[in-house]
T-cell receptor, first 110, second 114 residues
Framework: SQQGEEDPQALSIQEGENATMNCSYK?????LQWYRQNSGRGLVHLIL?????REKHSGRLRVTLDTSKKSSSLLITASRAADTASYFC??????????FGKGTKLSVIP | EAGVAQSPRYKIIEKRQSVAFWCNPI?????LYWYQQILGQGPKLLIQ????????DSQLPKDRFSAERLKGVDSTLKIQPAKLEDSAVYLC????????????FGPGTRLTVT
């Protein structure tokens, strides 16, 4: 079963703009992770935020986590054409398993 | 360091045939996962190994799918007999196996069942 649900399903922006994707989930988690998938590099881990953290940064990525609302957001600043990919949130809860959502398809237009 | 290796990269078979996929995880990673990813969806966990023991196979269709991880390193996933709905990308991933660690994915095997 898929716990995380990304929103929007698809997003199209101009190069240089910021992209925001949201993820909602249903049950308690240990951590929430964001992954990127494109045809060239497969599924790649971007960032992990633990349940006791509220915000985390990595380069042009900023992730927030609100456990009271069971939601997370991924912000990509100053987007590039190379950011075109599908982005998945994955929730971790016990036994090191991850449950993935259906993803947001991001298109960055040069 | 070398990443997760998978083979073959592509496979086309007819329904009712059998197929096997191979995965070599990152050295030292105790936990190995097999996922099924159908086009347009996120990966769905099929089975998780901790060393050579099964941790979770609740979503593995055991009437046709089987997996093993001998000696706690390489793993194989087999489908027999295949159905049309098994057409998907099969991803192998590994991790250090402790909470709050990311998973490293292989390139996947794209299976087409005709």
């Amino acid at each position: 079963s898929q716990q995380g649900e990304e929103d929007p399903q698809a997003l199209s922006i101009q190069e240089g703009e910021n992209a925001t994707m949201n993820c909602s989930y249903k049950t308690s988690i240990n951590n929430l992770q964001w992954y990127r998938q494109n045809s060239g590099r497969g599924l790649v881990h971007l960032i992990l935020i633990r349940s006791n953290e509220r915000e985390k940064h990595s380069g042009r990525l900023r992730v927030t986590l609100d456990t009271s609302k069971k939601s997370s957001s991924l912000l990509i600043t100053a987007s590039r054409a190379a950011d075109t990919a599908s982005y998945f949130c994955a929730t971790g809860a016990g036994s090191y398993q991850l449950t993935f959502g259906k993803g947001t398809k991001l298109s960055v237009i040069p | 360091e070398a990443g997760v290796a998978q083979s073959p990269r592509y496979k086309i078979i007819e329904k009712r045939q059998s197929v096997a996929f191979w995965c070599n995880p990152i050295s030292g990673h105790a936990t190995l996962y097999w996922y099924q990813q159908i086009l347009g969806q996120g990966p769905k966990l099929l089975i998780q190994f901790q060393n050579n023991g099964v941790v979770d196979d609740s979503q593995l269709p055991k009437d046709r799918f089987s997996a093993e991880r001998l000696k706690g390193v390489d793993s194989t996933l087999k489908i027999q007999p295949a159905k049309l709905e098994d057409s998907a990308v099969y991803l192998c991933a590994s991790s250090l196996g402790t909470p709050n660690y990311e998973q490293y994915f292989g390139p996947g095997t794209r299976l087409t069942v005709t």
